[in-house]
């Protein structure tokens, strides 16, 4: 079915869901709208106990919401989750294979199960870069190339939306990139790719949008470059004199910070603007550079600061 820009991949509204464990009642995902626009990769961030997997759950059904209202491409779930289960594509927990199978043999039993045509099994080999080791054992690849095969699995019934939890959690460089590159490759496609992680330097590589969450709450969703760029610029500059710079600075109105030797002065996105305001006073600067705040800085500062809220209010 194709896609319709107009129609989120995904949107929640009002998601709540609380566990009760033995020391009482703990929010898992509180008040959640979440928005994911078809097409592209969309980074769902957080820190881990965040809510992304249990949000996750709660779309594909495994999970039940105590509040809130959820689709997907449009069409209301759980309730109608058998209209569209067959658009999505997920990898939530550790996929279970057959070790003394093949990666096609695994495949193939797969496909006859969900009755998927026999000859997609070579075509998403193919697709994850497999194609080589398809007639290997699964016990012999290494946790990238699983981790690829599990891919291929949700790609048998060429799925609108795909779905990854975490999906390279323990993979060595060269296995992360190779899911980066899958992963871009899908939604180069025309697929819509949900990627919940914490590892925020690969995520910033690879999505479009973003959606960042701590503690069950939504801080901030839009696109990368607009979040990266909310945060604004700063400028680094190392002076011979650094206290008397800083004391220039302060009183020019700017909000400066030493780091490491240096001073960074942020919000500032003209440089000239702060040798200058240097220059006048004779201190002239050995170093002066711009710098752009990363998806991480922009996450930390929220989760940090989102942190801080809830300790001040369980205090108060």
């Not at 957080?46 to 949000?55: D, L, M, R, V």
């Not at 569209?84 to 039993?109: Q, T």
């Amino acid at each position: 079915m194709p896609l319709d820009d107009d129609v989120p991949a995904i949107e929640t509204a009002g998601l709540r869901k609380v566990y009760r464990t033995r020391r009482g009642r703990t929010v898992g995902v509180e008040n959640l709208d979440l928005v994911v626009p078809a097409g592209g990769v969309h980074g769902f961030l957080g820190p881990n106990g965040s809510g992304k997997t249990t949000t996750i759950r709660m779309l594909l059904g495994l999970v039940r919401a105590d509040a809130g209202t959820m689709r997907i491409f449009g069409t209301p779930v759980p309730e109608r989750l058998d209209e569209v289960v067959g658009r999505v594509g997920a990898i939530v927990e550790s996929p279970k294979f057959f070790p003394a199978f093949s990666g096609r043999r695994n495949l193939d039993l797969l496909a006859q199960a969900i009755d998927a045509p026999s000859t997609r099994v070579g075509e998403v080999l193919e697709h994850v870069g497999l194609t080589d080791r398809a007639r290997d054992r699964y016990r012999t690849y290494s946790l990238g190339m699983k981790q690829r095969l599990a891919v291929a699995a949700t790609l048998l019934k060429d799925p609108d939306l795909l779905i990854f939890d975490e999906p390279t959690n323990g993979l060595d460089p060269a296995g992360i990139r190779e899911i980066r590159e899958t992963m871009r490759s899908l939604a180069d496609q025309g697929r819509t790719v949900l990627v919940s992680s914490h590892i925020l330097a690969e995520v910033e590589q690879v999505a479009d949008t973003v959606s960042i969450v701590a503690r069950g709450r939504l801080l901030a969703s839009g696109r990368v470059a607009d979040i990266v760029g909310a945060g604004g610029a700063s400028v680094r500059v190392r002076v011979g004199d650094a206290e008397a710079a800083r004391k220039v600075l302060d009183a020019a109105g700017f909000a400066v910070r030493a780091d490491h030797g240096s001073l960074v002065v942020d919000g500032v996105a003209d440089p000239a603007v702060v040798s200058r305001a240097l220059g006048v006073q004779g201190l002239w600067v050995s170093e002066l550079v711009q710098e752009h705040q990363g998806l991480e800085q922009v996450f930390l500062g929220l989760t940090e600061g989102e942190s801080a809220r809830a300790t001040a209010g369980a205090a108060a």
